[in-house]
């Protein structure tokens, strides 16, 4: 996550595309496919954070800019979290309660996002990037 913050604020065309860079398809871009199924691989398994190491495969390995790499983040994890949490409820190890009220914050949190993202300027959310990264990398350090 720090190699993310930094690239971002040292490198951020290379992390987030300036509007109007054309992304690039897997055979274009082998090194994002490759990027992209590291991502996807470590969100099937691991998921925490696998929403920055989406957003580095999308925007940096494919070239997508920010907005449609969210939408495409969005896909991505939703459809793995489906399958992890048939897997998790399967086996009785969802606490219903708190996972109901991390959704519900979440989907009112989404929706207020994505209104932000479609009307805000790129370089904005560029640097909306780089302090959440930053405050979930200091979080971790003092608090993991």
């Known amino acids: 996550m720090i190699t993310i913050a930094l690239m971002t604020l040292l490198l951020p065309d290379v992390v987030a595309p300036p509007e109007g860079t054309r992304a690039l398809g897997l055979r274009e871009r082998p090194l994002g496919a490759l990027m992209l199924f590291g991502a996807g691989f470590y969100g099937g398994f691991v998921q925490a954070g696998v929403s920055l190491v989406l957003i580095s495969a999308l ?48 989907t009112i949190g989404a929706a207020v996002g994505v209104r932000f993202a479609l009307d805000a300027d790129h370089r904005l959310i560029r640097w909306i990037l780089f302090a959440m990264v930053s405050l979930t990398c200091g979080v971790a350090l003092v608090f993991g």
Do not use: H, P, Q
């Open 59 to 106: 925007s940096a390995g494919l070239r997508y800019d920010l907005v449609r790499t969210n939408a495409l983040k969005v896909v991505c994890t939703a459809l793995f979290s489906v399958a992890s949490l048939v897997v998790f409820a399967l086996t009785g190890r969802v606490e219903w309660v708190t996972g109901i009220l991390l959704a519900i914050g979440m």
